[in-house]
């Protein structure tokens, strides 16, 4: 018995292999730039209802394509506005993405990994490794599953690539998932608008550097010296601090662009005057904004947050070094779509402590 043909899932599909394909199977290019818009502009996946496209080809499809989508299985809200999704992908495993209200755009927070093989110390998705790569269509179908789930199709909004996993340790998927977002005949994301966030793998970075699709770049770097950054960030015993730097000097920026850089303020860790002095004398002649990120802290991780305090004085010595410094405002930190705290509930639940918290916390 021979198994049923598998379905090709257009949602993999760049507009340009969309139309070949349409035209390899003797079919008007135009019919694929139809499909293409009903799915990104118009977030429908139903054939049945793409009215413009002839019954016969819909029939014709119906057969032999599918688009996966990602399913919502559960939403929760924060009281600042803030929302996570988790989602339900094709194969069963689940993602979280993020919707932020005003920052002071609409912003979506997007993963790229099933989990993540950086793990940073202070990281709760590092903490469940790696599960695997999303797929370019699972990457960018939680930008359409997202859109109409918040109600914001037609506006404006940013994505972030801050979500769950290293978005250039699964570069390929990554970039192609730009593309699509990017694509004008569909849900026309610039590249303008999305801050691709980095442990700073250089090898892919410096391949970022020739792409046509340019993304702002965010550097999570976290340390001004290679023996803290070591203890924070595993791969930085291979890329170190001072390469880093020096491909970011390297990266073609465009007029007026900045790179940015995260810093995880740890109390005791990396939040000292003198960090703070090393950490400004590193960005000197970069091109750079600061980003300091109070730890979430979470169950499990084994750092605290620093007092407001020491996150001001922090600040303040980079602000005096002239250097352009926000202090980030933590969202959903009630429901756990804090930055670093995407974990999927099924991991958390699997652990034998989280599942006491749970029960005698509710
Ligand atoms: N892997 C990418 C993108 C995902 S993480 C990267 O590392 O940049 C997005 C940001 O959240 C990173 O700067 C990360 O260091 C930060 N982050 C991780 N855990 C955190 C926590 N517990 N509190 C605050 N920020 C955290």
């Given at each position: 018995m021979s198994e049923p043909p598998s379905r090709i899932d257009l949602a993999e599909l760049e507009r340009p292999a969309l139309e070949?394909?349409?035209?390899?199977?003797?079919?008007?290019?135009?019919?694929?730039?139809?499909?293409?818009?009903?799915?990104?502009?118009?977030?429908?996946?139903?054939?049945?209802?793409?009215?413009?496209?002839p019954r016969d080809l819909r029939a014709a499809l119906a057969d032999e394509?599918?688009?996966a989508t990602p399913h919502i299985v559960e939403r929760e809200r924060s009281s600042d506005g803030t929302e996570k999704l988790l989602l339900r992908l094709a194969d069963g495993r689940r993602i979280e993405s993020v919707f932020i209200p005003d920052t002071p755009s609409m912003t979506f927070c997007i993963s790229t990994q099933v989990g993540c093989a950086m793990a940073c110390a202070f990281c709760l998705t590092g903490k469940m490794g790696l599960v695997r790569?999303?797929?370019?269509?699972?990457?960018?179908?939680?930008?359409?599953?997202?859109?109409?789930?918040?109600?914001?199709?037609?506006?404006?909004?940013?994505?972030?690539?801050?979500?769950?996993?290293?978005?250039?340790?699964?570069?390929?998927?990554?970039?192609?998932?730009?593309?699509?977002?990017?694509?004008?005949?569909?849900?026309?994301?610039?590249?303008?608008?999305?801050?691709?966030?980095?442990?700073?793998?250089?090898?892919?970075?410096?391949?970022?550097?020739?792409?046509?699709?340019?993304?702002?770049?965010?550097?999570?770097?976290?340390?001004?010296?290679?023996?803290?950054?070591?203890?924070?960030?595993?791969?930085?015993?291979?890329?170190?601090v001072a390469d880093v730097i020096a491909a970011c000097k390297r990266f073609p920026l465009k007029k007026r662009?900045?790179?940015?850089?995260?810093?995880?303020?740890?109390?005791?860790?990396?939040?000292?005057?003198?960090?703070?002095?090393?950490?400004?004398?590193?960005?000197?002649?970069?091109?750079?904004?600061?980003?300091?990120?109070?730890?979430?802290?979470?169950?499990?991780?084994?750092?605290?947050?620093?007092?407001?305090?020491?996150?001001?004085?922090?600040?303040?010595?980079?602000?005096?070094?002239h250097l352009t410094v926000s202090v980030r405002k933590s969202r959903g930190r009630d429901i756990r779509a804090a930055c670093g705290q995407l974990i999927v509930e099924g991991e958390r639940r699997s652990s034998g402590q989280q599942l006491a918290t749970l029960a005698f916390g509710h």
């Open positions: 070949a394909l349409f035209e390899a199977r003797g079919l008007d290019r135009f019919r694929a730039r139809q499909l293409f818009r009903w799915i990104y502009r118009h977030g429908v996946v139903d054939l049945a209802a793409m009215t413009d496209l394509v599918a688009v790569n999303l797929t370019a269509g699972e990457i960018a179908g939680q930008v359409r599953v997202l859109v109409d789930a918040v109600h914001i199709r037609g506006k404006r909004f940013n994505i972030v690539l801050m979500g769950m996993g290293e978005p250039l340790h699964n570069y390929d998927e990554t970039l192609k998932a730009l593309g699509i977002l990017a694509d004008e005949e569909g849900l026309a994301v610039s590249p303008r608008r999305v801050t691709l966030s980095t442990v700073g793998l250089l090898p892919a970075l410096e391949r970022l550097a020739h792409e046509p699709i340019m993304p702002n770049l965010a550097i999570s770097l976290h340390a001004p010296t290679d023996a803290i950054r070591g203890e924070l960030v595993p791969i930085n015993r291979k890329y170190g662009s900045r790179i940015t850089f995260e810093y995880v303020l740890l109390a005791g860790v990396n939040d000292s005057v003198e960090d703070a002095k090393r950490l400004a004398k590193l960005l000197a002649g970069v091109k750079s904004k600061v980003n300091v990120i109070p730890l979430n802290a979470a169950a499990g991780i084994p750092f605290e947050r620093p007092d407001d305090d020491a996150i001001d004085r922090f600040a303040q010595v980079l602000a005096d070094h």
